[in-house]
């Protein structure tokens, strides 16, 4: 192969790459907006769970059972990150750092898609 058709099959890569990465932000942003709902829920559940003064008069578990909010968020946060969804977060960045990777090995490189 001459240097013409090797920059030619990579700026093919490249361009399938870029497409690859583009189809999958918009599933990555449902993730990341789905985590960030999650999270918040979580702190402000927990912020109620703590500033009651009853929690420090019952047991862990009837504490619990007294704040609902904070337990369905936690269990759902905790039942999100056994689901993946850390993965799922980062899913094109791990793409792309890995094909750098294996680009690097050939001595070339592609720009952050």
Request: with cysteine; charged share 20%; net charge neutral.
């Amino acid at each position: 192969m001459n240097s013409l058709e090797q920059a030619e099959d990579l700026k093919a890569f490249e361009r399938r790459l870029t497409e690859y990465i583009h189809c999958l932000q918009p599933a990555t942003g449902r993730w990341r907006m789905l985590l960030i709902v999650v999270s918040v829920c979580t702190a402000t559940g927990a912020w109620n769970w703590l500033i009651d003064p009853e929690t420090q008069k019952v047991s862990f578990f009837t504490s619990l059972w007294n704040h609902p909010f904070f337990t369905i968020s936690c269990i759902t946060l905790i039942g999100l990150f056994f689901a993946g969804i850390h993965k799922r977060v980062v899913a094109p960045s791990i793409i792309a750092a890995r094909c750098r990777t294996v680009l690097s090995e050939y001595n070339m490189s592609c720009d952050d898609p």
